[in-house]
């Protein structure tokens, strides 16, 4: 089956801009960080009540996301 799934958690501004997000290279902000995953892992998220939401990824799949930040804060 597949293996455990990692939350990563965002919080909006009322304007829709994000405050927070779990997960985040240093070389992003919350901003760029989520709409990197929007891009790569759209399919993952779900919306939640109170201005928040979250992307359901696996360790594997997380790793590769922040693989290319990873290496520019080297």
């Known amino acids: 089956m597949d293996s455990q799934k990692i939350l990563i958690h965002a919080r909006f ?18 901003q760029e960080w989520f709409n990197y995953l929007a891009e790569h892992a759209g399919t993952t998220y779900q919306a939640l009540a109170g201005g928040r939401g ?5 360790a594997a799949q997380l790793a590769e ?10």
């Open 54 to 58: 979250v992307y359901r990824l696996n």
């Open 13 to 30: 501004n009322p304007s829709g801009t994000v405050v927070e997000i779990s997960e985040r290279p240093a070389s992003l902000d919350a």
């Open 65 to 74: 996301f922040k693989s290319p930040f990873d290496s520019k804060a080297a």
